[in-house]
């Protein structure tokens, strides 16, 4: 069976896994306050170059979500986000269960806009009783998004400008950071995302790592008594240097960005096939996720060989799926699937 099911089907990436051996006799200090998430912190802020920035490390993106959203926002505030969003729709209600809202727009191929932030925004202050709702408190987005398309820089901008203007802090996802850099389609650069997001984060578990998302706090007053909220939700790892060593690897050499390339190549590969094989895209996405509407009789076959989500019912009759490329994906696997298809 071959699995295009997710992007962290594959334990870690051999040089990871290789340096977790080297040291796995060696005794280190706890809670991320080692020599390794020195060395990682430093890489990373070099990479983003941000030398002010505070560089956390955290174990799962939904942790690292509920984390920063909460640390961040006041008990009456909510968390503005597209309908879509991971924290609405994918993570068990975890901002919810923080206490805090999601505050939920229209998204439009899993993106939200400026227009859209100004709007909320202006919407809750021309509320005849605002202290009655929940205010909007911050901005969450992902990239890539849900649907795998991507912000380009101008829409960034936008909206890092009205957040600016609003007071609103502006998190970003990264989960899958390192696949949206390397789309032939995005015009943002690392250090952009470095230099627009009062916080964001950098996905290990999807790009790589045997597990790890490195959490960066950019803006002065995010910064005080973070690692509180890290372990008040149970984000403190104890064997800390894990998340340090996986990322100091990932970071040296550039090889953060030199695997996620792979999977890049592998979905446009695959998308170009869909195309040239005339199959209907579910959404137009330029990374690593590739949508796909099928009949329910060519999802059952292809099931019998490969894995991947059913995403959303079309109709009676046609299903949308979502065929997922990662960092260790072959030419192979891929040549495999486009010939079935």
Request: aromatic letters at 8%; hydrophobic letters at 40%.
């Amino acid at each position: 069976m071959i699995q295009f099911q997710c992007d962290y089907n594959q334990t870690c990436h051999p040089a990871i896994l290789d340096a977790l051996r080297v040291i796995g006799m060696e005794q280190n200090v706890g809670y991320g306050c080692d020599l390794y998430c020195e060395q990682a912190r430093s890489a990373i802020k070099s990479a983003i170059n941000r030398p002010d920035a505070d560089v956390h490390f955290l174990v799962g993106g939904t942790q690292a979500n509920a984390t920063v959203i909460s640390s961040v926002l006041r008990p009456y505030q909510g968390v503005l986000s597209a309908d879509s969003g991971h924290i609405n729709v994918h993570e068990t209600g975890a901002i919810e269960h923080s206490g805090h809202k999601v505050l939920a727009l229209h998204a439009t191929n899993g993106k939200i806009t400026a227009q859209q932030i100004q709007q909320a925004v202006d919407a809750h202050s021309a509320d005849e009783g605002p202290e009655h709702c929940v205010q909007p408190g911050m901005v969450y987005i992902s990239f890539p998004t849900e649907v795998g398309t991507i912000y380009s820089l101008s829409e960034l901008e936008a909206i890092q400008t009205v957040c600016h203007t609003n007071h609103l802090p502006l998190f970003i996802d990264g989960a899958r950071l390192g696949y949206g850099l390397c789309s032939p389609q995005c015009d943002v650069a690392l250090t952009d995302i470095a230099r627009l997001a009062d916080v964001f984060y950098i996905g290990g578990t999807k790009v790589g790592a045997m597990m790890g998302e490195a959490v960066v706090i950019t803006a002065a007053d995010l910064k005080p008594h973070f690692r509180y909220h890290i372990k008040q939700n149970g984000g403190m790892l104890a064997k800390g240097w894990l998340l340090g060593v996986q990322f100091l690897t990932l970071f040296t050499d550039n090889l953060y960005l030199r695997i996620a390339k792979n999977a890049i190549e592998q979905a446009m590969r695959l998308k170009q096939a869909l195309i040239s094989k005339g199959y209907t895209l579910y959404a137009d996405s330029p990374t690593n996720q590739q949508f796909v509407i099928l009949t329910n009789e060519q999802a059952q076959s292809l099931s019998s060989q490969f894995l991947f989500e059913r995403w959303a019912t079309v109709d009676a009759t046609h299903v949308a799926v979502r065929f997922c490329t990662s960092w260790a994906t072959t030419a192979s696997d891929v040549d495999t699937l486009i010939a079935a298809l």
